[in-house]
């Protein structure tokens, strides 16, 4: 596949120079491949096979919208998580059919504008949001095309911030309630029930809780079709884990064959709901060393000019990215805490981080940045939010650019 290429002898994003854009535009800076974004997006379609498919890139990994309309074009269709991220991927130009409609905890106005434009599923919570939407539909005089998503009661393997299936977690109807939360639904005016829904985690690495997942709720589906209920999909949402350290990570083609051998039988169309495979290895965090100083232990705090405002993973998960080097630098390796520039002991980029020692204004790279990167990153500190750039057929051009003071305070009095 296309995208980075990482080397002693010089880094490169499908044939332009990182370091030659942080060099126009400053750092910090996000910078992606659209090649690869693209090819991600064609191997996991593929990898669906035959099967009656569709893939709703969730935009909650990365909504900039130079990426959704790129995704768009590619033929992705989209999983919005809020009002806003339907409004930015109608903005892409993704078909309001096109989106799937999901989140813990839509409002009533996320509601009435998720209907007023007519997506192509409202994937709900609950037996009180399917009241909810009921409303809005029987007030309109429409019937609103639903799913429900059910709780399979799944632990999946992950990092306990993000796995959403299991007995304690807020997301879904558990399955035991959901055979009679969707018969109420399939007898209300306003309601076509046409999915059912589940998503148990992202990072996933293995296969035991895709697997357990897709079997339960397509065998839950069955029991509604044979009950009369006309579902046309099974949505088995996102969470294809992808390798952050280098090691061999659950193998896209496996992912996809355990999905299609559970929905085949049935005859019901696949919808998987994928961020973080697509985009993560397609995006880097480029930054500058603003800081180097000695520790007491003999180890070096090496300070950049991003850090936890714009990459929140390793504050907030323990994550850890690779990280390159774009200014070589010779001399032997000493133990760096590659750390951030915002008040909070916790603002780190990666700890332990072995390279010679870098001078001020050398660029660092981080790695797999380009799912809950920049969609996570803040304004703490008053910090302005980075530029993003994208790479396309040998050139680059800014899909947003850096936030300026004025951008900061617009909404202020
Ligand atoms: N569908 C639903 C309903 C979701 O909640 C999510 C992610 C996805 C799809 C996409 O999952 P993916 O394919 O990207 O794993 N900020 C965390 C990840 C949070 C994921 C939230 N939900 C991180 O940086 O690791």
Redesign the pocket.
Known sequence: MSGFTFSSTGTTCDGVDPAAIAAAEGTPLYVYSAALIVARYRALDAALGAHPHRVHY?L??NSTLGLVRLLRSAGSAA?A?SGGEIAVALRAGVHPRDIVF??VGKTVAELEYAVSIGVGAI?AESGGELDRIDRIATARGVRVRVAL?INPGVEADS?P??V?GGPGHK?GVPIEEAGAVCRAAAGRKGLDLVGV?A?V????TTLDAVAATASTITRFAQELRADGVALEHVDL?????ISYDGNPALAVTDYARTLVDAVAPTGLTLLV??????V?PAGVLVAAVVDVKPQRNGRYFVVLDAGMSEL??PA??G?KHRLERLTVRSGSDVTCDVVGPICETTDVIRLGQSMPLPEVGDLLLVRDAG??GS??ASNYNRRALPPEVLVEGGAWRVIRRRQTVDDLLACES
């Open positions: 969730a909650k990994a999983d998580n999901t989140g994937n998503r990092h911030g993000i959403t997301f829904h998503h985690g992202s990072q996933l949402g996102g969470g294809l884990g709901e994928p961020g973080r495979w697509i993560g929140m993973r907030l998960y994550a799912a809950y969609a996570m």
